[in-house]
């Protein structure tokens, strides 16, 4: 496996800082978050720096009941081809459920969530993994995920689910240490174990990154300082097998590059002390190397489908959880991914909170409840001000300033909800019309 080195998740937030360390090996990109014809400047100057650029897919749901979708594998590939990546990775998650295989609604997550450790759902996993390998033009790897939840009745560790899964692709493997400890104070599940049982030689790279822990619950948050127990957990790893890379990722909350460039050494130095200090596990178990044809049974893609859109509608559409399902834990994670729905759409939208003004958040949670995600964020965005200006709702006091705000939303409305891009001149008179002051 190629060597990376320690590298930083690229964000627009941090370019420049990114753009000024020195030591930065390599970055990650989240890959829908770039488009391949218009790549952000500060990404073509790594490039020309010689700084890999990999990007990181979260949207094309390998976890789940049906195929990969082959636009998105398409897209994918696009972007791995633009960024002149050497590797491409994605999540070992589900992120929508429902459709024609369960003839139940379509729903979307908007979110990574965990599959079961099933022999049904890693047949499903293989063979769409095996999907993925065949479309994209370099190799995969694949990370596992933080939950807030477990699944009942699960008959594979994690430790064995991956090992498995690495075996029967050929696939590799993008250890995350910060989702290890978020597990093991999730679901009490033990990452020595869980690093006893990998194919260590076949890690790609490893994320590293903070959280906290509230209520009893460990947060991935990636907008804290990674925590001691991380790098512990990364110290285990280390001492196995020499990582060809770690990453840290940092999504929010982002402090001076001083302290990103601080967090890096603290991360350099723990692979280096457990590089130098390493002690025998054993003899490592060997690189993966293609594994065999996969094909998973049509109804292990169909039972695997039914429990997952019976999970998403209760975490989405308020049905009741799942038996055998903790159910405190999953209306933790339906709040969680309500509130993230809320943040999301505030950042793809920006023109709605700022129309609304503190009215927003309480505005769209309460739309959230009864209306799930079918569409991905923006479409999102698009049904709440169309809910909004349907029903009224925060727009009818009759205050002058509450009926410019319904101009203003009615205006954003008819500018984005249309096919294409509506022409200059049609954009300008709906936004004219929503700056009147007396219309």
């Known amino acids: 496996m190629r060597r990376l080195g320690t590298g930083i998740g690229w964000r627009p937030e941090i370019a420049d800082a990114v753009a000024g360390m020195p030591d930065v090996e390599w970055v990650e990109v989240v890959a829908e978050n770039v488009c391949p014809g218009h790549l952000p400047e500060a990404l073509v100057r790594l490039r020309e720096r010689g700084v890999t650029v990999i990007p990181h897919g979260v949207s094309l749901g390998l976890g789940g009941a049906e195929r990969p979708d082959a636009g998105r594998l398409a897209a994918l590939a696009e972007r791995v081809e633009a960024l002149g990546a050497p590797l491409v990775t994605e999540h070992i998650a589900f992120v929508r459920a429902g459709g024609p295989l369960t003839a139940s609604p379509s729903l979307e997550a ?8 099933t022999r049904d759902a890693l047949d499903v996993l293989c063979e769409n993994v095996r999907i993925a390998q065949d479309a994209l033009p370099v190799p995969l790897a694949v990370e596992n995920i933080a939950a807030l939840f477990a699944w009942p009745g699960e008959e594979l560790t994690e430790g064995q689910f991956l090992y498995e ?6 696939v590799r493997l993008l250890i995350d240490v910060a989702n290890l400890h978020t597990n093991h104070v999730n679901r009490g599940e033990d990452p020595a174990r869980a690093l006893a049982e990998l194919p260590v030689e076949a890690i790609a790279y490893v994320h590293v990154a903070g959280g906290y ?11 804290h300082p990674v ?3 991380v790098l512990d957990i990364l110290t285990d790893l280390a001492s196995r097998v020499a990582p060809p890379g770690v990453l840290l ?17 603290r991360i350099r130095a723990t692979v280096d002390a457990a590089e130098r200090t390493s002690r025998s596990h054993g003899t490592p178990a060997p690189a993966t190397s293609g594994g065999v044809a996969v094909l998973a049974r049509p109804e292990a893609r169909q039972r695997l489908g039914v429990a997952q859109a019976a999970v998403l509608s209760a975490l989405v559409a308020g049905t009741p959880a799942p038996e055998g399902f903790d159910r405190v834990r999953m209306g933790v994670q339906a709040r969680a991914l309500a509130a993230k729905r809320a943040s999301v759409v505030a ?18 949670l309460g739309y959230a409840r009864s209306r799930p995600m079918c569409g991905g964020y923006r479409q999102d965005a698009l049904d ?11 727009l009818k006091t009759g205050h002058p300033a509450d009926a410019r705000a319904r101009r203003r939303l009615r205006a954003w409305w008819l500018d984005h909800a249309g096919p294409a891009p509506r022409g200059g001149a049609a954009r300008l008179l709906r936004r004219t019309l929503g700056a009147l002051p007396g219309r």
């Open 110 to 117: 908007g979110h990574l969530l965990p599959v079961p450790r």
């Open 165 to 170: 899964l690495a075996e029967r692709t050929g």
């Open 213 to 223: 822990e509230r209520d009893g619950v460990w947060h991935d948050s990636h907008a």
């Open 227 to 229: 925590p001691e127990a």
């Open 249 to 265: 990722e940092r999504d929010d909350n982002f402090p001076e590059p001083a302290e990103l460039e601080r967090e890096l050494d």
């Open 347 to 364: 950042k793809v939208a920006p023109e709605l909170p700022e129309i609304l003004g503190e009215g927003y958040r309480e505005a769209f």
């Open 384 to 394: 709440f001000a169309g809910q909004l200006l349907k029903t009224g709702q925060l």
